[in-house]
């Protein structure tokens, strides 16, 4: 299976730069995943999609703001450190620019030395291992100085940083928002709850590697990147109910899919799981838990394009993307929503 097999045609200016005023009054296109049929609906029509007895899968990790902007010591130029990965004992795996100006030994000071810290790995790949030095509380630093770490597709300003954080975020650790869950509003998932169906919460840590391309032209050649993820007991128990019971387990977006798909049994069943997962879902590829997925439109040849085409077939999805592209509607994480069902 070749790589541009995924490929399609996508004007720029279709690309999402700013989320509209209401988070629940983007577009979503209904796609049945046996037959292609599709429907035109917007957001907030959700409900009606929904049955009680239902299981949403939310993932309530929330974005750090990991994007620093500091300056090499002393009397330094510019540089920007974006967190990637905690490593502990105040170490962290970070994309650096300028990577050349960036050697082991390099210091760096960020918001007139409020916080700073040291070069001390080069790795494989050119990320950084970065050590911070600061007083105080990590996270409360990073509140202070860091910026959304937004996709590189988006080269506006974000005016509100909460904008790309889902209402339901509480647990930090993403590089990247799990965009699909940003079109609910608190209301709507209390309405949706009222009518029977049952929330349920994972967590998994998104990386920047959601966003890099399949550059092999054979995708079995593809080297995944690997995201921490968590399914709580009470979520195993609720997921697994719902199955017993002949409801529907719906994943809000790719990364509660591949979080429950990834510490599934067999027979579908679930347990509370904590770890890292690598998993990559392309055609041929047999859901145990999932049934049907709330989902962005992805970038052409990504592994997530793959992992949409798995659950409703390649020709089903690039005809509803090219229907998409017709229709204008706004595309990746600021864009419009699927419902593949």
Not at 26 to 34: G, I, M, P, Y
Not at 148 to 154: A, D, K, N, S
Not at 294 to 323: D, K, Q
Request: proline share 5%; charged share 25%.
């Amino acid at each position: 299976m070749k790589t541009s097999d995924f490929n399609f045609d996508l004007p720029e200016e279709l690309i999402a730069q700013t989320p509209l005023e209401k988070r629940d009054s983007s577009r979503l296109l209904v796609l049945d995943k046996h037959t292609g049929e599709r429907k035109h609906m917007h957001f907030f029509d959700l409900p009606t999609m929904l049955k009680p007895g239902d299981c949403l899968v939310l993932n309530d990790s929330r974005v750090l703001p990991a994007r620093l902007i500091g300056h090499r010591e002393p009397g330094g130029g510019a540089v920007e450190v974006l967190l990637l990965i905690d490593r502990g004992n105040k170490t962290w795996e970070c994309l650096v620019r300028p990577g050349r100006k960036m050697k082991p030994g390099t210091r760096v000071s960020f918001g007139d030395g409020a916080l700073t810290a040291q070069v001390t790995q080069v790795l494989e790949g050119g990320n950084r291992l970065v050590r911070f030095e600061y007083e105080g509380i990590f996270l409360e630093k990073l509140e202070q100085l860091g910026k959304m770490p937004l996709p590189p597709y988006i080269k506006a300003e974000l005016n509100d940083p909460e904008r790309y954080q889902t209402v339901y975020s509480r647990e930090v650790g993403s590089a990247a928002a799990p965009t699909a869950g940003l079109h609910f509003t608190k209301e709507l998932l209390r309405q949706i709850e009222e009518m029977g169906v049952r929330l349920a919460y994972v967590t998994l840590h998104v990386g920047l590697g959601t966003f890099r391309p399949v550059k092999e032209e054979d995708i079995l050649d593809h080297e995944m990147h690997s995201e921490y993820c968590m399914i709580p007991a009470g979520t195993a128990e609720l997921i697994n109910r719902t199955r017993a019971e002949g409801g529907r387990v719906i994943c809000v977006g790719t990364t509660s899919c591949r979080t429950i798909e990834s510490w599934a049994a067999e027979d579908g069943t679930l347990k509370e799981s904590a770890g890292w997962t690598n998993i990559f879902i392309y055609p041929g590829y047999k859901f145990k838990v999932l049934d049907c997925l709330i989902t962005n439109f992805h970038l052409p040849e990504s592994t997530l394009i793959m992992l949409v085409s798995a659950l409703a077939g390649r020709e089903h999805i690039l005809a509803a993307y090219r229907e998409a592209v017709e229709q204008k509607y706004r595309f990746f994480s600021f864009g419009d929503a699927m419902f593949i069902c």
